[in-house]
């Protein structure tokens, strides 16, 4: 699924403060390898049915296998048998007997005590490797993951490796056969390791992956093979919010725009990052947070959230709007499937430009069919004359006053609001009161 910075940006999916992201959310890995490995992964969602599904069943399975996960690889383990190779220490003996053994010990003691305790790392590593492949290469096991541990199996496959199968504790190895296997690692298997480390690090990511989901008590979507736009949610939420309403959320070639209303606060925002987010994840073989989604593969998404203006280019906030909106009609025209979030359109200009402007923008999207668009506005105005279309739907989100005391329920209505509380909130904030006494 094509999806640029700005979408990226506008959806959280990665953060300056990164425990307010999504990436930070779903980051359940045990190392910093696995970490970076995630964040490629978010930064390329899948683009086929087939290949989302081949992620997700590898999520199910180290799901169903996660009591047989490895524990003795540490992010501290990997960054032992990193340093190992550009360490300097004299050269290892390539066939150390034990006495040669002995005078390495004492002319280089701190070079032995330093591949000595990178050797301790490398057997916890090797031997982790060999669990996953004795626990996860069966039968069962999804074709992408096999295809993964079948390239690790390959790389261990050398005799120089039996002493960590034949022994149970790295202390247990004598001091000459541990300086012979360190000298194999460090002078002869370097690349090797490297690759091995690589695969490591993306079954850290699937494994990061697959706990967030049990963390967050996330479902997997059902990803349908279709070449109209799909999506169909139930109890769908936002993941970063500790208390999320829920909402349910259906759009198709049918009703394929969303006309979004309600007070500021309301929960329109929301709404729209809660749906891209989980669109987004769904591409990535993520589970989602919601109680039930199914939905179509998106050729791309993009949103229209948080514009800025530019002052070093002398650009208006009104301006970018129109760059943003520019650039997505000339992408969406091309019939592929598209998600397209637009919050706020056209907050740059006064009331009356702006509903002439949104509604020349609204009228010419709804000429795409293939494409789904979640539109939220204060100008309510402009809805009426929207109704004449039959493949939009009109969705509120209800603010009730009580005592000049506002109330938001979050709850998604069918129809169109018509709160005007802008000025209620300024009296609520004593701004009114503060003014007034100046």
């Not at 999806?3 to 307010?20: A, H, M, N, Q, R």
């Not at 329109?268 to 109680?291: D, E, N, R």
């Amino acid at each position: 699924m094509e999806i640029d910075k700005t979408t990226i940006t506008d959806l959280s999916i990665f953060s300056s403060e990164e425990e307010f992201s999504v990436f930070s959310k779903i980051n359940q890995c045990v190392t910093t390898r696995g970490k970076e490995q995630l964040r490629a992964t978010l930064n390329k969602p899948l683009q086929s049915a087939a290949d989302i599904r081949e992620v997700q069943h590898v999520l199910q399975y180290i799901i169903k296998e996660k009591a047989n996960w490895p524990t003795v690889i540490s992010n501290g383990t990997i960054m032992v048998v990193e340093r190992f190779f550009e360490s300097n220490i004299s050269p290892i003996p390539s066939r150390p007997s034990k006495v040669s053994a002995i005078t390495y010990k004492m002319i280089n003691g701190h070079d032995f005590s330093l591949v000595k305790y990178s050797i301790n790392h490398y057997f916890d590593f090797i031997k982790g490797m060999q669990h996953l492949l004795a626990h996860f290469l069966k039968p069962e096991t999804p074709e992408l993951l096999v295809m993964v541990l079948k390239a690790a199996e390959k790389i261990m496959a050398q005799d120089r490796l039996d002493a960590i199968s034949t022994y149970k504790r790295a202390t247990d190895i004598p001091s000459h056969e541990m300086l012979y296997l360190g000298h194999f690692l460090r002078y002869q298997y370097k690349h090797n390791m490297i690759g091995l480390l690589g695969i490591f690090s993306q079954l850290d990511a699937w494994y990061g992956m697959a706990m967030a989901v049990i963390e967050h008590k996330l479902t997997f979507p059902e990803i349908v093979d279709s070449h109209q736009p799909l999506i169909d949610a139930k109890g769908l939420y936002h993941i970063l919010l500790k208390e999320p309403v829920a909402y349910d959320v259906s759009l198709d070639k049918q009703t394929n725009f969303l006309f979004l209303t309600g007070a500021n606060m309301a929960g329109k925002s929301t709404f729209i990052k809660a749906v891209g987010s989980a669109v987004f994840l769904a591409h990535t073989g993520m589970g989602v947070p919601a109680q039930r989604m199914t939905l179509s593969v998106f050729d791309g998404m993009l949103s229209n959230i948080n514009v800025i203006d530019n002052i070093m280019k002398g650009e208006s906030y009104f301006f970018n709007e129109v760059q943003r909106i520019k650039s997505t009609v000339s992408k969406i025209s091309d019939g592929r499937k598209w998600l397209i979030l637009i919050d706020e359109l056209f907050k740059g200009t006064n009331v009356q430009d702006a509903m002439k402007c949104s509604t020349a923008v609204i009228e010419g999207l709804l000429k795409i069919k293939n494409s789904l668009f979640i539109l939220s506005t204060h100008l309510y105005e402009i809805g009426d004359d929207l109704k004449k279309h039959n493949n939009i739907s009109f969705n509120y989100f209800e603010t009730s006053v009580i005592n000049d005391q506002l109330s938001f329920n979050y709850q998604l209505r069918s129809g169109i609001s018509n709160d005007r509380l802008g000025y209620l909130i300024l009296k609520k904030e004593g701004v009114v009161k503060m003014l007034e006494d100046l």
